[in-house]
């Protein structure tokens, strides 16, 4: 379960939740959290397909309150998270929710994100609750990829060519980033390709427009550890 | 300071002459970038978010989720204040009121602290706060004795699963009511050998429960689940402080309860398919399979 991490004690008497479920709510809040992390524009609208479990019982577990709160960036400690849609209403935030209770070759809790922001563009997500509140995003528009928001991230858009990762793990090292892990991910070679990676020291916001500058980058997200 | 196995830290315990919850507290400075006040503090906020729920729905108005529970904390804290007869005495009916009310609180979407987990948040809380005003315990005994139960918990987590997906409610209630036995034990003034054989006890009176949530919410019966792990937890802080003991040691427990977890057939591990979850006066209020 916890393989690429210590067990901490606040793993164990936490997490600090708003309940009823740590996977329903806290872990769902969480995914929505990640995902909006990789939209640069304020979202106007954002429709979540719900799968397995989250299908059958989101009502019960106010999953559809968390995956808005997690939208409005809140964390799982925040008591707005049960007022999510009137605080959604207020930021100009419109939702909508879809249940697919007929897919089953898919993690039990899992919910598709489609994300549009401000100048219609859009972005999405497939992420599933692990357990204990823990979250994965296994998808950013159609490549297949692993987040969970345990380190401190950064997620880099680019095209897949010689030398692109090359340069990126200089400003990293112009940086003085200590790398725990890095990961190339893509859909066709010569195509998009994402690369992940996760420190143990907070990274700067300089460092990500630093990378944003290269000419085959695309786009890069700090994702903030959670 | 690492440990993996509860015999490891009974052993750094006496080589050191420290209880379970110093121990953990030193291994937490080791893993984290965290300096012992900062670790202190924040498990100090985890205090007070527990006794918040726990009180929380003394106050009324909750509205679960799922409209399956609500009132029991109330219920019970007025009988026990009315001078009727208790039937398990003021500081048990004091502590199960407490543990059900963290319930109504999680379910109407309010704060707890997950320990180990949402569907078992009551135990602790309830265990604690009814310990600390019975017996005027400081709060920063209490958060101490966190650490003590972060140290059981953190030995099943690692050993076997605290996850009711994977072992069922003993994985769940019967984890936090072994936290919470030992953090008692090393409250009364029980050795750490005595805190293990006090989750020990913990552990094998609950094996085998099943988790069944009615409707797949955590609600019912979760609620009175978590009743029976503060009241197994103080029972069997008892018999640990009077110097009973097990005959199976501590890591041979956590074992079996993860075998027996294993064994449980999916319907009794929290899919809401078997179990009280599946009686027909249950389905009748669920309706998901409709």
Known sequence: ????????????????????????????????????NMVKKPIKHVTFILYGSFAMTYKGHGTDRALV???????????????????????????????????????????DIFITDEANEETAVTGISVGGGRAEIKKIDGVEIDLSGDYHTVVIKHRDLTGVVASITHILSEFS?????????????????????????????????????????????????L | ?????????????????????????LRETEISQMGREEIYHRMSHSWDIMKDAAKGAL?????????????????????????????????????VS???????????????VAAPTAGSSGVIPGTFLAIQEEYGFTDKQMVMALFTAGAIGYLITYNATIAGAEGGCQAEVGSASAMAAAAVTELLGGSAEACFHAATSAI???????????????????QQRNAIGV???????????????????????????????????GELRETALGGMAAAPSACALCGLCN
């Open chain 1, 1 to 36: 379960m916890y393989s690429s991490k210590e067990i901490s004690v606040f793993d164990i008497i936490g997490p600090n939740m708003i309940g009823p479920s740590s996977s329903h709510t806290a872990g769902a809040l969480r995914i929505a959290r990640l995902a909006a």
């Open chain 1, 69 to 111: 709160a997690g939208i409005l960036g809140y964390d799982t400690e925040d008591k707005r998270i049960k007022e999510s849609f009137r605080y959604a209403k207020e930021a100009g935030l419109s939702y909508e929710f879809q249940t697919d209770r007929e897919k089953k070759d898919v993690h039990p809790n899992t919910v």
């Open chain 1, 177 to 225: 980033i200590n790398i725990a892990f890095m990961k190339l991910y893509r859909e066709n070679k010569g195509a998009v390709a994402y690369s992940i990676i996760e420190a143990d020291d907070a990274i700067e916001s300089s460092v990500v427009e630093k990378i944003e500058e290269l000419p085959s980058v695309y786009q890069a997200f700090l994702i903030e550890k």
């Open chain 2, 1 to 25: 300071m690492e440990f993996k196995t509860g015999k490891t830290l009974l052993q750094l315990c006496r080589e050191k002459n420290l209880p379970i919850s110093e121990i953990m507290l």
């Open chain 2, 59 to 95: 106050k009324g108005d909750l509205k679960s989720m799922g409209g399956l529970i609500g009132g029991e904390s109330l219920k019970l804290t007025s009988r026990r204040v009315s001078g009727e007869p208790t039937a398990c005495g003021q500081l048990v009916s004091k502590a």
């Open chain 2, 98 to 112: 407490y543990a059900m009310g963290v319930l109504e609180v999680n379910s109407s979407m309010g704060l707890i």
């Open chain 2, 204 to 222: 094998s009176n609950l094996l085998g429960l099943v988790c069944d949530p009615i409707g797949g919410l955590v609600e019912a019966p979760c």
């Open chain 2, 231 to 265: 009241s197994n937890a103080m029972i069997c802080a008892e018999i640990a402080l009077s110097g009973i003991r097990n005959l199976v040691p501590f890591d041979e427990a956590v074992d079996v309860m993860y075998r027996v977890g294993k064994g449980l057939p």
